[in-house]
């Protein structure tokens, strides 16, 4: 936990400023049959996620109106000055290449060319380890890391979203969702436009956390995940549904990710500074190994990787 994230009490937000009307139904499946799950305080502004007692998918509800969440990616997202920021990604590139790399090779072994979108591509730093076999294109809504992207792939680049790009109907080999799907409000559309773009044969990959892992249910509210920027937090069986739904033919699932353990303790030593640090790879590698644990739906941790092939 970040020192910056403040501890408020819930509701001391002006709510009819900063959220759209309720939702009276799942954005999921339809049904009206939602609950109250959690209030999520740690944050300022605090906000409530609903559970849909049909499908079991997990949504901010009310959620912040879109002009709140641009606020969520601008520049202090990304350079580390909001308290729920991910790490900039430019100062840890060489880093998380080890994953990059491990992660194209992977796809790689499923799709052998083409053209490769990735999706909420940020600075473009996991396209260049696509580039070894695919041609990269990338969809960003910041503009403050698009204008980074851009400057290495040109036009490819789009600053949008996948409901305004200018790609066309079966042009990608490839479309890969990294920690993206959690951010929209509409995930079933987001991969219905993915399965219309891509080729048949083609790979979709969604990286996303797993509700229903035991991790998530045991921490409750507190889980991480739980974050202003996230909007939809799905389970196994919703990417199960979702991909179903949308036509995909084939679904693999990785537990806990499409890579091994090296990769990540090599990018985890971002930040490292003393021999010390290095005790985080025991919890990582534990980590990692508890997320091989599973039966059937059930598994121990929440970390998960899908590939769906058209
Ligand atoms: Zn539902």
Same mark, same amino acid.
């Given at each position: 936990?970040?020192?910056?994230?403040? !501890?408020?009490?819930?509701?001391?937000?002006?709510?009819?400023?900063?959220?759209?009307? /309720? &939702?009276?139904?799942?954005?999921?499946?339809?049904?009206?049959?939602?609950?109250?799950?959690?209030?999520?305080?740690?944050?300022?502004?605090?906000?409530?996620?609903?559970?849909?007692?049909?499908?079991?998918?997990?949504?901010?509800?009310?959620?912040?109106?879109?002009?709140?969440?641009?606020?969520?990616?601008?520049?202090?997202?990304?350079?580390?000055?909001?308290?729920?920021?991910?790490?900039?990604?430019?100062?840890?590139?060489?880093?998380? %290449?080890?994953?990059? /790399?491990?992660?194209?090779?992977?796809?790689?072994?499923? +799709?052998?060319?083409?053209?490769?979108?990735? +999706?909420?591509?940020?600075?473009?730093?996991?396209?260049?380890?696509?580039?070894?076999?695919?041609?990269?294109?990338? !969809?960003?809504? &910041?503009?403050?890391?698009?204008?980074?992207?851009?400057?290495?792939?040109?036009?490819?680049?789009?600053?949008?979203?996948?409901?305004?790009?200018?790609?066309?109907?079966?042009?990608?080999?490839?479309?890969?969702?990294?920690?993206?799907?959690?951010?929209?409000?509409?995930?079933?559309?987001? +991969?219905?436009?993915?399965?219309?773009?891509?080729?048949?044969?083609?790979?979709?990959?969604?990286?996303?956390?797993?509700?229903?892992?035991?991790?998530? /249910?045991?921490?409750?509210?507190?889980?991480?995940?739980?974050?202003?920027?996230?909007? &939809?937090?799905? &389970?196994?069986?919703?990417?199960?549904?979702?991909?179903?739904?949308?036509?995909?033919?084939?679904?693999?699932?990785?537990?806990?990710?499409?890579?091994?353990?090296?990769?990540?303790? %090599?990018?985890?030593?971002?930040?490292?500074?003393?021999?010390?640090?290095?005790?985080?790879?025991?919890?990582?590698?534990?980590?990692?190994?508890?997320?091989?644990? /599973?039966?059937?739906?059930?598994?121990?941790?929440?970390?998960? +990787?899908?590939?769906?092939?058209?």
């Amino acid at each position: 936990m970040r020192e910056k994230i403040k !501890i408020i009490p819930a509701g001391i937000s002006p709510a009819g400023k900063i959220f759209e009307a /309720r &939702s009276a139904t799942c954005p999921l499946c339809d049904s009206s049959k939602i609950m109250p799950l959690y209030e999520i305080i740690k944050y300022e502004p605090g906000f409530s996620v609903d559970r849909c007692t049909g499908c079991g998918f997990i949504f901010m509800n009310p959620r912040f109106k879109k002009s709140v969440l641009a606020k969520f990616y601008g520049d202090n997202y990304y350079t580390g000055n909001e308290g729920y920021t991910y790490f900039d990604e430019r100062d840890a590139e060489k880093f998380a %290449m080890h994953v990059w /790399r491990k992660r194209i090779e992977k796809i790689h072994d499923k +799709v052998k060319a083409g053209s490769f979108l990735d +999706v909420g591509c940020a600075f473009g730093g996991f396209l260049k380890a696509a580039q070894k076999y695919y041609t990269p294109y990338g !969809i960003e809504l &910041s503009e403050y890391s698009w204008v980074v992207a851009k400057s290495i792939y040109g036009n490819n680049i789009h600053l949008g979203t996948l409901e305004d790009h200018p790609f066309h109907e079966e042009s990608f080999s490839v479309i890969t969702m990294i920690e993206l799907i959690e951010h929209l409000p509409d995930p079933l559309s987001a +991969v219905k436009e993915c399965y219309r773009l891509l080729k048949p044969g083609g790979l979709l990959l969604i990286q996303t956390a797993n509700m229903d892992g035991l991790q998530a /249910r045991l921490q409750g509210g507190t889980y991480s995940y739980y974050m202003p920027g996230h909007l &939809s937090y799905l &389970s196994k069986k919703n990417i199960r549904m979702i991909l179903g739904k949308c036509g995909f033919k084939k679904i693999l699932f990785y537990h806990p990710v499409d890579f091994g353990l090296f990769p990540k303790l %090599m990018k985890s030593r971002y930040g490292f500074k003393t021999l010390f640090d290095y005790s985080a790879w025991i919890r990582i590698t534990l980590y990692h190994l508890a997320g091989k644990i /599973r039966l059937g739906n059930f598994s121990a941790t929440s970390s998960l +990787v899908t590939y769906g092939i058209k």
